[in-house]
C-alpha cells in the first residue's frame, strides 16, 4: 500500500535511500518523502511521483548516514503535503514513516489532542510520532516499544530520533524486511529496494520490534521478548529489479513470459501429488484471491472441473467471510496472492486456519507473510514483478492452476510437456510484429468510452481479465461477459461501433460465434480473438490453438493491446492512478 525504506551504516543514507523508493514506488506514489540523521532530524518531502519531486527538492542535500523514506498511497486523508511522510512530534526530534491501517487512531488522536499535542494532517499515521515523544522520558528504545503496543490494526513501522544513532522498528500485519552487510542495515518493505547491496535478509514477524545500530541488530517481539530471527539469502538478481532495454516495466514483464511460465512448472513433484492426495480426500476445495489472481483462481476452477472432474469454490477474497460456515478441518482452501501481503487473501488464511482447515499458498515472494501461514507452499517462480499491472504472475498462476488439474487427472507429465510446448507461442506473441499489429487496434480504440469482452467456459475467465486489464490501465470503461449471459441484459450496451472482444476456441466455437454475430447485428464491432478466422469478425488476432491452455495464450495479446492504449493516451502504464501493486490494507 506504501513503500517504506530505511538505512543506518557509514554512507550518506539520503542517495540510498531514493535508490530504495524509486524501486518501491510501485507500492504508491502520491507522495514521496526523506528523514535523515545527523545533527537532527532533517526532512524533506512532496506530492507526486519521484521524479516530478525530486526535480524540484534537492533529496542528496539531507545530510545523516542514518535515515528513513516513504512513498505514498493514500488511505487516510487526502494527497497533500501535510499528509506526505515522514511524520514528526510537536518537537520535530522524532521522524516515522508507517505502512498499514491504524484502526484506532481516532481514539489516539483524541487523547494526544487533549493532552496538548498539536496534529497537523488527516492520517493515522501520525499518532505514532506523538505517542513515543509522550513516553520519551523513557528513553527511545522503550517509548517505541510503548507506543507500538498501544496501536490497534497492522503497521511496519520505522522511528529515528535527535540524539539517537539508530533505527528501531516494528511489524505487525504489514511486511517489513531487514537487508543486512557487515558495515549496515536496510529495512523496507521489499527486498527489491536493496538488491543492490544485499541479498541477505530477515524476514520480521508479526509483533517484531528491532533496534538497529550502524554495526549490531538486536531483535525482540512485542509479545515474546528477545527472539533470535534466521538469514535467508534471497534468489532474485538485481538485474530482474530493472528494465533493461525496455521502455516501461509493464512491457518487459510480458516478454519474460515465455520463461516464466516454463519456471513456473518447476515445482517439487511429491510436494504437488500430496496437494492431490488431500483434494481427493478432503471435504471441499475453495480456490480465494483477489483481482488478477481471482482470474486466476476462476480459471482453475473450471480446470479443475474439465480436466479432473474435480469441483472447486472460487471465492473473491473479500467476500469469504460469507462462506466461513462451511469450512472444516477436512477442507482445503488455496489462498492465491502474487505478493503474499494482500490483506483480504490474508484475512481470508486466518479465518480458514482458525476453522483448523488445510491451507496451500500461491505466491511469487518468498518470505512474505502468506509463505509464513500457510501448511504447503507453491512459488510462482516469475521474478519481481514491478509493474502494478500482473502480467507474468497471473499467466504463471493460471499455469500453477492446469498443473494441479491434470496432476489430479494422473497426467501430470502431460501437462508439462504441454506448458513446455507454449515456449516458442509466446514467444512470438510478444514479438515486435504482434506489437504493431495490436498498436493498430489501440489506435481504434482508444477513443472509446465503453469496451466489451466475452467468452464461454475458460475464455469466460480470459475475458475476465482482458476487461480488468484494459480498464485498470487505460482507464477506459471495459465489461466482461459470459456469452450466453448477452440476451439476459448485456446486449442492451449494444449500439453501433460499440467494441467487442470475443475470446473462441476450438471446443466452443459455434456458440461463441453465434454471440459474435449477436451482437455484431445490433452494430458492435467485433475483434475476434482466435486461432481461426471468421467471417463475423471486423478485426482478427490470432491465436495458436492450445486447447485447455488457451486462457496462458489469450492473455498475452489483451495485456500488450491493454499497455499500447495506456501508451497512445500518454498514460503510465506502470503506475496507473488510484492504484498499487501490494494491497496491505483492507
Known amino acids: 500500500m ?44 512532496g506530492v507526486g511521483k519521484i521524479d516530478d519531486v525530486r526535480s524540484k527538492l534537492d533529496f542528496e542535500s539531507l545530510t545523516g548516514t542514518i535515515g528513513i523514506g516513504h512513498t505514498r498511497w493514500a488511505t487516510h486523508g487526502a494527497v497533500s ?3 506526505a511522510h515522514p511524520h514528526t512530534d510537536c518537537s520535530g526530534k522524532i521522524a516515522i514513516v ?3 491501517i491504524i484502526e484506532n487512531h481516532s481514539e489516539l488522536k483524541a487523547g494526544l489532542e487533549s493532552r496538548g499535542h498539536q496534529l497537523k494532517g488527516e492520517t493515522d499515521s501520525e499518532v505514532i510520532a506523538h505517542l513515543i515523544e509522550e513516553e520519551l522520558p523513557q528513553g527511545f528504545e522503550s517509548a517505541c516499544m510503548n507506543a507500538f503496543k498501544q496501536l490497534k490494526g497492522s503497521y511496519a513501522v520505522l522511528a529515528i530520533c535527535e540524539g539517537e544513532k539508530k533505527i528501531v522498528a516494528a511489524r505487525k500485519d504489514s511486511p517489513l524486511v531487514l537487508g543486512l552487510l557487515d558495515h549496515c542495515t536496510f529495512f523496507a518493505s521489499d527486498v527489491s529496494s536493496f538488491l543492490e547491496w544485499t541479498k541477505d535478509v530477515v524476514y520480521l514477524e508479526n509483533h517484531d520490534f528491532v533496534v538497529a545500530t550502524e554495526n549490531n541488530v538486536r531483535y525482540y517481539n512485542l509479545l515474546d521478548g528477545e527472539v533470535m530471527r534466521p538469514v535467508d539469502t534471497v534468489e532474485w538478481d538485481v538485474e530482474q529489479t530493472k528494465k533493461g532495454n525496455f521502455e516501461h516495466f509493464m512491457l518487459k514483464e510480458i516478454a519474460e513470459q515465455a520463461e516464466t511460465i516454463q519456471r513456473a512448472i518447476v515445482q517439487d513433484r511429491s510436494v504437488i501429488e500430496g496437494i492431490v492426495d488431500e483434494v481427493r480426500g478432503g471435504f471441499g476445495v475453495f480456490f480465494v484471491g483477489c483481482g488478477s489472481s481471482y482470474n486466476a483462481a476462476l480459471a482453475g ?19 469469504f467471510e460469507n462462506f466461513e460456515s462451511f469450512l472444516k478441518e477436512e477442507t482445503l482452501v488455496f489462498a492465491i496472492s502474487q505478493s503474499g501481503e494482500t490483506a483480504d487473501v490474508l484475512g481470508a488464511v486466518r479465518a480458514a486456519k482458525s476453522r483448523g482447515s488445510k491451507l496451500i499458498g500461491i505466491t511469487n515472494v ?22 502494478v499491472l500482473s502480467t507474468k504472475t497471473y499467466t504463471s498462476q493460471v499455469v500453477l492452476m492446469a498443473l494441479l488439474a491434470y496432476a489430479l487427472a494422473g497426467r501430470y507429465d502431460e501437462c508439462v510437456r504441454c506448458i513446455k510446448s507454449l515456449y516458442m507461442d509466446i514467444y512470438n506473441l510478444t514479438s ?4 504493431e499489429h495490436l498498436k493498430a487496434l489501440a489506435e481504434r480504440l482508444a477513443c472509446k468510452e465503453h469496451i466489451y469482452t466475452i467468452g464461454r467456459g475458460l475464455q469466460y475467465t480470459t475475458a475476465l481479465e482482458a476487461a480488468l486489464k ?34 473462441v476456441s476450438e471446443d466452443n466455437e459455434d456458440r461463441v460465434i453465434s454471440n459474435a454475430q449477436e451482437v455484431k447485428a445490433r452494430g458492435a464491432t467485433v475483434i475476434g480473438v482466435s486461432s481461426r478466422k471468421n467471417e463475423v469478425f471486423d478485426y482478427w ?3 495458436p490453438a492450445c486447447g485447455n491452455f488457451a486462457p496462458v495464450i489469450q492473455a498475452i495479446p489483451m495485456q500488450i493491446l491493454a499497455y499500447e492504449l495506456a501508451v497512445l493516451k500518454g498514460l503510465d502504464p506502470d503506475k496507473p492512478r488510484n492504484l498499487a501493486k501490494s494491497v496491505t490494507v483492507l
Do not use: Q, W
Not at 301 to 319: D, F, G, I, R, W
Open 432 to 435: 515486435k510484429s504482434t506489437r
Open 366 to 387: 518468498m518470505g512474505s507473510s502468506l509463505t509464513r501461514e500457510v501448511d504447503e507452499l507453491l512459488m510462482m517462480n516469475s521474478g519481481p514483478e514491478i509493474c
Open 2 to 45: 506504501c513503500g517504506i525504506i530505511g538505512y543506518i551504516g557509514s554512507e550518506a543514507a539520503s542517495s540510498i535511500l531514493l535508490k530504495g523508493l524509486k524501486t518501491l514506488e510501485y507500492r504508491g506514489y502520491d507522495s514521496v518523502g526523506i528523514a535523515t540523521l545527523s545533527d537532527g532530524i532533517h526532512l524533506k518531502k
Open 98 to 100: 508507517h505502512n498499514g
Open 470 to 503: 484494459i480498464k485498470e490501465v487505460s482507464y477506459i470503461h471495459t465489461e466482461a461477459f459470459a456469452g450466453g449471459e448477452l440476451k439476459h441484459g448485456p446486449l442492451a450496451l449494444i449500439e453501433s461501433g460499440t467494441p467487442v472482444l470475443v475470446f
Open 301 to 319: 476452477t473450471y480446470l479443475l472441473s474439465k480436466v479432473a472432474k474435480v469441483h472447486v469454490n472460487p471465492v473473491m477474497a473479500s467476500e
Open 541 to 543: 488476432i490470432k491465436v
Open 81 to 83: 503535503l501535510v499528509n
